[in-house]
């Protein structure tokens, strides 16, 4: 009886874990069957054109021409994988694109194919940050973070040594959205940045005078007159300037919330998030590869990505310092991803993982 009951007990645990645990591994991303779900009954258009990708899908260097492939083209060239000299791309899937789906596939932790697999596709017309992923500044091969070229941050000139620094911020007074209150809005980045705040000596204080603040905050339509215009709904979400440039911005013609409680689109995006992720850039840091960081450049719709991780500490800590009161050990093994950065590393483990089960619950039934 008592075996009985064991082996019913397993064959449910087994169950549920072969049903649970591959899911729990992924993050929520778009794919191309979810497209056509969440564009409709939305009231905001999109302008993006990286849902079209779709058609490229396992094209790979034997595809030879393929329409409209020069798009995809000028998309690596924008994010950093393809040369900023050559613009006059053609619809050839050639060795060169070959390089740049590699480049792209290793920085988005996917199988290192060339082709343009059913991952890598997903990947690449997921809601992102509109800053470049080129890395010029590694300064470890195991670490994950990365800065921009020159690694410039903010430096304590005006107040001499005064330890911590301190940074104001404001919000545009033009700027706005206004579907969400300023109160809420005004939380969401006061939690942000006292996030970056309690790992550096960087206080973060807001202020009403927009003119003279070290970050500005707004939100912007379209081409907005620096060069990086917005797309509309999803595709690029939002981008800021590298230090000690203080600018960010989010696009206007995204469905931003502070509760996915209130916000019932199916395309909401967490603000706290991406302004979390924003003032990353603010402070000197790049995109990282590590999946759970903070500076990984993709956020699907309806997915928060909001506390730092180990990645994030120890890059921006490299450039400032450590907060004298953080304490490394609140950070437990569980938030050290960034030597597991990749989802085939994820997915192999776990897949590895579910057959020993499997071969470990058949033995038993047998034995
Ligand atoms: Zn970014
Ligand atoms: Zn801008």
Redesign the pocket.
Request: proline share 14%; hydrophobic share 15%; aromatic share 0%.
């Given at each position: 009886m008592q075996f009985s009951l064991f082996r019913y007990d397993s064959i449910l645990l087994l169950f549920l874990f072969l049903c649970f645990f591959p899911r729990a591994c992924f993050p929520a991303r778009i794919t191309p069957e979810q497209i056509t779900v969440t564009t409709t009954g939305d009231t905001h258009t999109h302008k993006a054109t990286w849902f079209n990708f779709t058609r490229f899908k396992d094209a790979d260097n034997g595809s030879h021409v393929i329409s409209g492939m020069s798009e995809l083209k000028r998309y690596f060239q924008r994010f950093g994988y393809l040369s900023v000299r050559n613009d006059n791309f053609t619809d050839v899937y050639d060795t060169q694109f070959e390089s740049a789906v590699n480049l792209y596939q290793k920085k988005f932790g996917l199988p290192v194919t060339g082709k343009l697999d059913f991952d890598t596709i997903s990947t690449i017309m997921s809601p992102r940050?509109g800053?470049s992923d080129s890395a010029p500044t590694k300064i470890h091969a195991s670490k994950h973070f990365v800065y921009f070229n020159g690694r410039p941050r903010w430096n304590n000139d005006s107040a001499s040594t005064t330890t911590p620094m301190t940074l104001t911020y404001a919000f545009s007074p033009s700027n706005m959205i206004n579907y969400i209150s300023l109160p809420e809005i005004r939380t969401a980045f006061k939690r942000s940045f006292s996030r970056w705040a309690s790992v550096i000596p960087i206080n973060f204080n807001e202020t009403e005078e927009y003119e003279k603040a070290d970050i500005t905050i707004g939100f912007y339509g379209g081409d907005h007159g620096d060069g990086e215009a917005f797309d509309g709904a999803l595709g690029v979400l939002a981008h800021a300037f590298a230090p000690e440039n203080g600018r960010m911005h989010f696009d206007e013609d995204e469905t931003w919330a502070v509760d996915f409680k209130k916000a019932k689109s199916k395309l909401a995006v967490d603000l706290e998030s991406v302004a979390t992720?924003?003032i990353g850039?603010i402070l000197g840091l790049g995109?990282s590869s590590v999946q759970d960081a903070v500076m990984y450049?993709n956020l699907s719709p309806r997915a928060r990505r909001r506390e730092l991780k180990l990645d994030d500490v120890e890059g921006v800590q490299a450039l400032y310092g450590s907060n004298p009161n953080f304490e490394i050990s609140s950070f437990s093994e569980s938030d050290n991803v960034s030597d597991k950065g990749t989802g085939l590393v994820c997915r192999s483990s776990n897949w590895t993982l579910s057959l020993v089960v499997l071969v470990f619950f058949i033995l038993l039934v047998i034995v």
């Open positions: 940050c800053v992720h924003e850039h995109h450049p």
